[in-house]
């Protein structure tokens, strides 16, 4: 069939047209969703529209559960017998011994939070529930939906916790055999089972330790517990009395926490025969921060008693049963606590100091952290609202005798621990640390009417030191003197250690009675011995006997180092006559006090502190050079210089603090700060190229538009004359 000339162009407008469509589906096929792909804003802009609200009548008395989305889980209630818990809201009970409650946590509860919380709204509208498919429509579910059905039952995180309030007290208060049985957590691991207990074989057992219980499991459906309480024997224990205890679930977090035995913030300082000193670790981590509520609670207990045991990890536990804890009136009874700002690198942290006291007796110290700030507020119903127990440290009293603990002095505000004292001439504490404070501010102010003989605000070229200064010696006197000035105090029964340094031995106790006569022969006549180091102590206070915590040797080599040759500071090596008498050393073992030092406390074992005197680095091995100026060796304090022609190249031992620290710390603060620059300015460089580069007078769009036309003409001719000549 021959074609006209007109027929022949539209033949080929044709074929080139269907050409042209398939190159295009080819390239650029779009991509069609389906409803369970649709973008999160598509489903908010439906929702959110007025015409949807209108046709989402959910009163229909036709409506029902006919698809996954709104299965029974969603809209079903807690069986009967079963109570329902929300999210983060405790609920407190009464179980008696041998009994068992049930509990439920709904997903449907998870629902009502988010949609009446707008700040969850979002959320809930951009998440599918969490609920299974319904059973009734499982054979109904195409493969094709698998992805509708994997979102519905997106698995969530359900935490329980629960805390023993009161339990079951001893017929005998004396009678420590044991201590009462704990309750136990059931958990089901199916949901037709909404009754877990005893004797059943599928369901999780988790037992309560000391009084606490956390679990935590991922759960598409409704989650089914129960706690239940043991029997008790009725000849140790009163078996009228039932168990208290406080319940929740939260899928945020545990309400009810534990700490890990690491993770531990108490600090005990020192103690006294009627009261001890405590204080928490770092609170902030800049000195600008500002702590303005006191976050912890503490409580403490005698370690004879056993009423506490059982109860050690349960907040309202201790509340109940602790022999120190806040009063229900307001009160901290005989804990005083408060914040203070301070330290080496002046942060703030929270102290606590306990009264009423038994002299020579260990108690336990129990640190809680309260979402509240406090547990004389009502709790929240937030996650963690039931705060977070540490575990318990150990501390000891010390006899009635010459030693007691003293803190918030003015000059020497690091100085919290107990000092030679008289409690008949001082009977408050406030007179005795008094006393400290004006002798301690009396010789610093000598101190620095000296040290303005020296020319501080000078060249550096003409200073005594390249890398100290005079506020340098400023602090390291500071530390030097209330270190030696205010004596750290043990009663003298304490068994003699290396570090400990017996005073006033010719001195009677206050009871009236002597040091041993063994002691007193050998050592009667030794200054060391028979006197304080402060003579002003013995003179006004009179303490008597007691044993002094000898300063830390690296607190003297520092102000040697840190002040002017002109002062004349000098210290003693160890080996050296008077130094074990007058300096002890640091030890790294059990991590007690070896020595005292500005912030120095009984801190646990292989644990790093915040609080700590951190010394200046040391160098263990080196070589005296025949030079002793040169660079390595400027800044040494004068009895390190030993320095003589037959010895000038002998490889030796010693130590000493290398005074370049804080010129390097300012030299890499430096390098870091122009590394930023570097990089700040590389990026900047970066954006301002791509700026400027010069762009295309055609956009793109356009282009591919001219392309495509410029492509089907072509197209269109080639066809025309191949086939329709």
């Known amino acids: 069939m021959q074609l006209s000339p007109l027929q022949s162009r539209l033949a080929a407008s044709l074929i080139a047209s269907c050409l042209l469509l398939v190159v295009y589906l080819f390239f650029f096929f779009p991509q069609f969703a389906t409803a369970t792909q649709l973008d999160d804003h598509v489903n908010d802009g439906w929702l959110e529209s007025d015409v949807a609200l209108g046709a989402m009548n959910v009163e229909d008395p036709e409506y029902g559960p006919e698809f996954a989305l709104f299965d029974r889980s969603v809209i079903g209630r807690a069986p009967p017998g079963v109570t329902g818990l929300a999210n983060n809201v405790p609920l407190p009970a009464i179980i008696e011994p041998g009994d068992t409650l049930n509990y439920a946590f709904e997903i449907s509860t998870i629902e009502d939070a988010e949609a009446s919380d707008p700040s969850r709204l979002r959320e809930l509208r951009s998440e599918p529930n969490g609920s299974p498919a319904a059973s009734g429509d499982e054979g109904g579910l195409k493969e094709g939906n698998s992805e509708l059905v994997r979102r519905q039952q997106r698995s969530r995180t359900l935490w329980i916790s629960a805390n023993t309030c009161r339990q079951p007290s001893r017929i005998s208060p004396d009678r420590t055999a044991g201590d009462p049985p704990q309750l136990t957590l059931f958990v089901s691991k199916s949901s037709e089972n909404t009754s877990p207990g005893p004797d059943q074989d599928d369901v999780e057992l988790i037992p309560f330790r000391e009084g606490a219980v956390m679990f935590n499991t991922s759960f598409t459906e409704d989650v089914f517990f129960s706690i239940h309480a043991p ?19 939260s899928i945020d977090q545990s309400y009810h926490t534990v700490a890990n035995a690491s993770d531990s913030q108490l600090i005990w300082v020192d103690s006294d025969a009627r009261g001890a000193l405590l204080t928490t670790r770092n609170l902030t981590s800049r000195p600008e921060q500002v ?148 002798y301690t501010q009396t010789m610093y102010s000598n101190f620095k009417k000296s040290l303005q003989q020296i020319q501080c605000e000078t060249q550096p070229e003409n200073r005594y030191s390249l890398v100290r200064n005079c506020t340098d010696c400023e602090k390291a006197y500071k530390d030097w003197l209330c270190s030696v000035a205010i004596p750290r105090c043990e009663d003298f029964s304490e068994p003699d250690r290396a570090h400990l340094q017996a005073r006033n031995i010719n001195e009677p106790f206050p009871n009236g009675t002597m040091v041993d006569e063994r002691i007193r022969e050998e050592h009667g006549n030794e200054t060391a011995w028979t006197s304080s180091r402060n003579p002003l102590i013995d003179k006004e206070i009179r303490p008597g006997p007691y044993k002094e915590v000898l300063p830390c040797d690296d607190v003297c080599y520092q102000l040697v180092q840190s002040c002017p040759a002109a002062l004349g500071f000098q210290c003693p090596l160890p080996g050296m006559i008077g130094f074990n008498t007058t300096y002890g050393r640091r030890s790294r073992g059990d991590g007690g006090v070896a020595c005292n030092y500005p912030g120095s406390a009984h801190y646990p074992p292989a644990a790093g502190s915040s609080l700590d005197y951190r010394p200046p680095r040391t160098l263990k091995r080196g070589y005296l050079a025949d030079d002793l100026r040169s660079h390595q060796f400027t800044n040494l304090p004068p009895f390190l210089a030993i320095y003589t022609k037959r010895h000038a190249h002998r490889h030796i031992s010693y130590t000493f603090p290398m005074a370049q620290t804080l010129e390097q710390r300012k030299r890499n603060a430096k390098f870091a700060k122009e590394q930023e620059l570097r990089r700040g300015k590389s990026e900047a460089e970066i954006k301002k190229r791509v700026k400027d580069a010069p762009k295309s007078p055609i956009s793109p769009f356009w282009l591919g538009i001219f392309a495509f036309i410029v492509f089907g003409g072509l197209v269109f001719e080639i066809i025309a004359r191949v086939f329709f000549r």
């Open 231 to 249: 029997e008790v024997s009725d000849e140790v224990f009163d078996t009228s009395l039932p168990y208290d205890f406080e319940v929740a679930a």
């Open 291 to 438: 702590v303005e509520t006191p976050p912890y609670v503490l409580f403490a207990h005698n370690k004879a008693d056993p009423g506490i045991n059982g109860l050690r990890n349960s907040y309202c536990g201790l509340g109940n049963v602790a022999q120190f804890r806040p009063l229900e009136d307001g009160s901290n009874g005989h804990i005083t606590t408060g914040l203070k700002q301070g330290g080496r690198e002046n942060l703030t942290r929270q102290e606590f100091y306990i009264g009423g006291l038994n002299a020579s007796s260990e108690y336990v110290g129990i640190l809680v952290h309260d979402p509240d700030g406090t547990a004389l507020r009502p709790r929240r119903n937030v996650p963690g609202g039931g705060g977070v127990v540490h575990q318990p440290i150990e501390m000891e009293t010390k006899p009635l005798g010459a030693c007691r603990v003293i803190f918030n002095l003015t000059l020497c505000d690091e100085t919290q621990y107990a000092v030679p004292a008289n409690w008949d001439l001082f009977p408050e504490m406030t007179d005795l640390a008094a006393f400290y404070d004006d």
